[in-house]
């Protein structure tokens, strides 16, 4: 996993005015390293609902769909996996979920501390969180602000013992910020500045615009090649 990691926060589009399909389709086709649908405050059947719209979007597309917080919804819809917080369910709980119904999930997990880290690092898990990076309006009861030095001590804690577990950083990550947070760690889990600043039918068009760039930024694409031959 390297780069943008895009998040359909419900709540967010909600206050603009989006559908969250045609909101994860304008995201899908700028190929994000990933795409996760956050609908804290849908129910069950809503967010089931809305990860069995995006799934078939996300597969063509070749990008994987991870479900927040719920293992069970991301099993049934057939998602790629799941992200969990401190307080959901355990991971080698979601494993066995997964198991269970005869299903894979890749899970990530979100750490807000050396300590919580540490722990993560024992657990079987697909990739580790680690913010929020930067103070963020997401949340209503943010945890403290890590920063990029401590990304960067914590990314190297993640090499040092897990070699190749990406890091994903979370938390109040702009597109100026975005090439600093991406020289520090694997990917980057955006919200906020995928939104457009505006409604209209251009709405979309932006928010592919804004995938596009923020993908670049935090993963830059590799300097060509010099023509064969060399200069004279």
């Given at each position: 996993m390297r780069g943008l990691y895009a998040i359909v926060d419900t709540d967010s589009l909600a206050r603009r005015g989006l559908d969250p399909t045609a909101f994860a389709e304008a995201i899908l086709d700028a190929r994000p390293a990933a795409i996760q649908l956050r609908d804290k405050r849908g129910g069950a059947a809503r967010t089931l609902s809305l990860l069995r719209a995006i799934q078939p979007l996300a597969a063509r597309a070749g990008v994987p769909l991870f479900a927040n917080d719920r293992a069970d919804l991301a099993v049934l819809a057939r998602c790629d996996g799941v992200h969990v917080g401190q307080d959901d369910l355990p991971v080698r709980a979601v494993r066995r979920l997964a198991e269970a119904a005869g299903a894979?999930?890749?899970?990530?997990?979100?750490?807000?501390?050396?300590?919580?880290?540490?722990?993560?690092?024992?657990?079987?898990?697909?990739?580790?969180?680690?913010?929020?990076?930067?103070?963020?309006?997401?949340?209503?009861?943010?945890?403290?602000?890590?920063?990029?030095?401590?990304?960067?001590?914590?990314?190297?804690?993640?090499?040092?013992?897990?070699?190749?577990?990406?890091?994903?950083?979370?938390?109040?990550?702009?597109?100026?910020?975005?090439?600093?947070?991406?020289?520090?760690?694997?990917?980057?889990?955006?919200?906020?500045?995928?939104?457009?600043?505006?409604?209209?039918?251009?709405?979309?068009?932006?928010?592919?615009?804004?995938?596009r760039a923020l993908k670049e930024a935090l993963a830059p694409a590799a300097a060509p090649a010099a023509p064969p031959g060399g200069g004279g």
């Open positions: 894979s999930l890749r899970v990530g997990l979100s750490t807000h501390t050396r300590a919580q880290l540490e722990a993560a690092l024992q657990e079987p898990l697909d990739y580790v969180a680690i913010g929020p990076i930067f103070a963020t309006s997401s949340k209503e009861r943010p945890d403290a602000v890590v920063g990029l030095d401590a990304l960067a001590s914590l990314s190297a804690l993640v090499e040092q013992t897990r070699p190749g577990l990406p890091v994903v950083a979370i938390g109040g990550i702009s597109l100026e910020r975005a090439r600093e947070v991406g020289a520090r760690c694997s990917a980057a889990a955006i919200i906020a500045a995928l939104l457009p600043e505006q409604g209209g039918p251009r709405a979309l068009d932006e928010v592919n615009a804004r995938a």
